[in-house]
């Protein structure tokens, strides 16, 4: 049972534009949902995360909308860079099981 | 955040044979994890590995085929068993560390390339 299912599974977006990327999740235990960036050859590198108790947290150019009622959670990347160009992973977690759930990832390439 | 090193940064093993992976950390952490990412595909938690006590592994995963062990607070070992070309992986450890202001964030390895013939 895939908990989390993420979407689109490759984006191609151009220097300057936006990049978004999309989770859902089924089970409404999960209360901790972070993002995580991973460029080849390298271990996944905690991005942002935010918790069902906000709608939407900012970090520079990186910001995650969540949306509890439909289950689903967002990443925008402002003014996407070709340093941007990675593998995103979006996850969830639930109160004390402490383990990640992870969704499939989508490789976003950004062009110059 | 917690800096994580593994060994072997990548091998190349033979059918049949073993492989254990270590994971040392810069600072104590309460739980520890290894997860597998096969190419091109998302992570999947093989076990959480307890200080003291035996790893709790997920379903489809079995101590006699990935025996864990944690002997203290920053170190763990994986070992791969009787391996197959379908082993073939990267094996990544993580932690969750409690030493970050934000509080109970996770954090992976470099990963551990593994390429069975």
């Known amino acids: 049972q895939q908990q989390v299912k993420q979407s689109p599974q490759s984006l191609i977006v151009q220097k300057g534009g936006i990049s978004i990327i999309n989770c859902a999740y089924e089970n409404t235990a999960f209360d901790y949902f972070p993002w995580y960036q991973q460029f080849p050859g390298k271990g996944p590198a905690l991005l942002i995360a935010i918790r069902p108790d906000v709608s939407e947290k900012k970090e520079g150019r990186f910001t995650i909308s969540f949306n509890k009622s439909a289950k689903q959670f967002s990443l925008h990347i402002m003014d996407s860079q070709p340093g941007d160009s990675a593998t995103y992973f979006c996850a969830a977690r639930k109160g004390s099981a402490r383990q990640l759930t992870f969704g499939s990832g989508t490789q976003l390439t950004v062009l110059p | 955040s917690a800096v994580i090193s593994q060994k072997p940064s990548r091998d190349i093993c033979q059918r049949g044979t073993s492989l254990t992976i270590q994971c040392q950390v810069d600072s104590q952490v309460t739980m520890m994890f290894w997860y597998r990412q096969q190419p091109g595909q998302s992570l999947t938690l093989i076990a959480t590995a307890n200080q003291g006590s035996e790893a709790t592994y997920e379903s489809g995963f079995v101590i006699d085929k990935f025996p864990i062990s944690r002997p203290n607070l920053t170190f763990s070992t994986l070992t791969v068993s009787n391996m197959s070309p379908e082993d073939s992986s990267i094996y990544l450890c993580?932690?969750?560390?409690?030493?970050?202001?934000?509080?109970?964030?996770?954090?992976f390895g470099p990963g551990t390339r593994l390429t069975v013939l």
């Open positions: 993580s932690v969750e560390s409690l030493r970050t202001p934000k509080g109970n964030e996770q954090f």
